[in-house]
Each structure stands twice: as C-alpha cells, then as structure tokens.
C-alpha cells in the first residue's frame, strides 16, 4: 500500500473523500450479500453467527496489524459495521419467515 505524499491540506481532504467513496462503494456491495445471506439462515442464532463475528474480526486485527493500521480502530469500526449488518439481516431474516 502506497501513501501519496500531498502538498496540501485540500490533497488530503481530496485523497480522504476518495477512500470515503470507496468505502461506502465497498459497504454497499458488502450489504447486498448481507441481504443474501438471510436466505441462507435457519434461524436468529445462526444470522447472528457469534463464530464467524469472532472469526471475522481476528482476521481484521491480523490484516491490520500487517498493514500498519490501528488494530482497535479497526477492529471498532468493523464490530460497529457487523453489528448493523447483524440488525439488517435479521430484518432480513425477520421479513422472509413472515412470508413462508
């Protein structure tokens, strides 16, 4: 990973609001499986899936700390992200028993 050196503050703003971009880019398409997924499940327990958060974030701290970036931001930011996409998909889950 390469870090642009920038010549001024508006370069950063400009460089941070392209990773912006991206992200919600990324958060979109991540929501779209999300959505997916209830299909898949049997029950609350399985769309809450305590192993695979757990799983998901020790990987997120192993690629973050190879990275170089802040592994308790980034382990907060994705405990904040499963933990909406868990509330989603349990609407998700919610609203596809209704309809069986």
Request: charged share 35%; proline share 1%.
């Amino acid at each position: 990973m390469e870090i642009m050196q920038c010549g001024s503050l508006k370069e950063v703003r400009d460089e941070i609001d392209r990773i912006d971009s991206e992200m919600i880019r990324l958060l979109a398409e991540r929501g779209g499986y999300v959505r997916q997924a209830a299909a898949f499940k049997k029950n609350r327990s399985d769309v809450k899936a305590p192993d695979r958060v757990a799983q998901v974030i020790e990987k997120v701290r192993a690629e973050a700390a190879a990275l170089g970036a802040d592994v308790n931001i980034a382990k907060a930011v994705f405990r904040t992200m499963i933990d909406g996409f868990i509330n989603a998909e349990m609407n998700e889950f919610d609203g596809k028993k209704e309809i069986e």
